[in-house]
């Protein structure tokens, strides 16, 4: 009888994986194995054994965590976008019936009525599924800028590890390409312009609450931050509580400026 062991086969004989990673994750067998698979692995590995299950157990279990956030990466992508299709969808609707009712009342107001309520439901029940997932993969984005713009930002870069890569600087005015390209081209041209200092985290209340001489500075810190919380996301996924105290504490000295 052949039994799965985590570095290979054992039939009398054993046949080391050339795959451990592969072997780990098919080490299972029907009931108990008649045999010690430590006593087993010493013969083959030595002293080594420990050593390389330790490695293959990390590398297969990082590899499992990095497959499950890519998934995850990819479903908070699709909710953003299929709310703003709801959003999107909602405000048409909304500006039809407000046609509709300056010409004549009819029962087809009532209709876009229910359409419009029916809407406002779904995007409350993908605020929440963001807010959920949010949570869960991207504890400190969320805890730092709410499920909503750490989702956006998500969005942006197109997944969690390109914003842990990502600099604190294209953080800042990311949300803000366009205004920045067109900045940039009056300034090529020698002309004027006011290059943006925030993109989408200007929508937080620690930069929309200060003055706007002091929104720049503020984003700035914020997007530092929000640097090193999408970095130990990805690699540790705890949430760290001195990040956000940190951010309001800065917050509330230039507020006092």
Same mark, same amino acid.
Do not use: C
């Given at each position: 009888?052949?039994?799965?062991?985590w570095f290979?086969k054992f039939?009398?004989?054993?046949?080391?994986?050339?795959d451990?990673?592969?072997s780990?994750?098919?080490?299972?067998n029907?009931?108990?194995?008649?045999?010690n698979?430590?006593?087993?692995g010493?013969?083959?590995?030595?002293k080594?054994?420990?050593?390389?299950?330790?490695? @293959?157990?990390?590398?297969?279990a990082?590899?499992?965590?990095e497959k499950e956030?890519k998934?995850d990466?990819?479903?908070v992508? #699709?909710?953003v976008?299929?709310?703003?299709?709801?959003e999107?969808?909602?405000?048409?609707?909304? =500006?039809?019936?407000?046609d509709?009712?300056?010409?004549r009342?009819?029962?087809i107001q009532?209709?876009?009525?229910?359409?419009?309520?029916?809407l406002?439901?779904?995007?409350?029940?993908?605020?929440d599924?963001?807010?959920?997932v949010m949570?869960?993969?991207?504890?400190?984005l @969320?805890d730092?800028?709410?499920a909503?713009i750490?989702a956006?930002?998500?969005?942006?870069?197109?997944?969690?590890?390109?914003?842990?890569?990502?600099?604190?600087?294209?953080i800042?005015?990311?949300?803000? =390409?366009?205004?920045?390209?067109?900045a940039?081209?009056?300034i090529?041209?020698?002309? =004027?312009?006011k290059v943006?200092k925030?993109?989408?985290?200007? @929508?937080?209340?620690?930069i929309?609450?200060l003055?706007?001489n002091?929104?720049?500075?503020? #984003?700035r810190?914020?997007?530092?931050?929000l640097?090193?919380a999408?970095?130990?996301?990805?690699?540790?996924g705890?949430?760290?509580?001195?990040?956000?105290?940190?951010?309001?504490?800065?917050?509330?000295e230039?507020?006092?400026l």
């Amino acid at each position: 009888m052949s039994y799965n062991l985590w570095f290979g086969k054992f039939d009398g004989v054993v046949v080391v994986s050339e795959d451990l990673k592969s072997s780990f994750a098919l080490a299972r067998n029907d009931g108990p194995l008649p045999f010690n698979v430590y006593e087993l692995g010493l013969k083959v590995f030595g002293k080594d054994y420990y050593r390389l299950l330790r490695k @293959t157990a990390i590398e297969f279990a990082e590899e499992k965590v990095e497959k499950e956030l890519k998934s995850d990466d990819k479903y908070v992508i #699709a909710l953003v976008k299929a709310l703003d299709e709801v959003e999107e969808a909602m405000n048409a609707l909304k =500006e039809k019936k407000d046609d509709l009712e300056d010409v004549r009342y009819t029962e087809i107001q009532e209709d876009f009525a229910e359409s419009i309520s029916n809407l406002e439901s779904l995007r409350k029940r993908i605020e929440d599924e963001i807010e959920s997932v949010m949570e869960r993969i991207a504890p400190n984005l @969320t805890d730092l800028v709410g499920a909503k713009i750490g989702a956006r930002l998500l969005e942006k870069f197109g997944s969690l590890e390109n914003l842990a890569k990502a600099p604190a600087s294209k953080i800042q005015i990311v949300g803000a =390409e366009k205004s920045l390209y067109k900045a940039l081209a009056r300034i090529r041209k020698g002309k =004027e312009a006011k290059v943006p200092k925030h993109g989408i985290i200007f @929508t937080h209340p620690f930069i929309r609450g200060l003055p706007k001489n002091r929104r720049g500075k503020m #984003a700035r810190f914020l997007a530092s931050k929000l640097s090193i919380a999408a970095r130990i996301d990805l690699f540790r996924g705890e949430l760290e509580e001195g990040l956000y105290e940190a951010v309001r504490k800065r917050f509330e000295e230039l507020r006092r400026l």
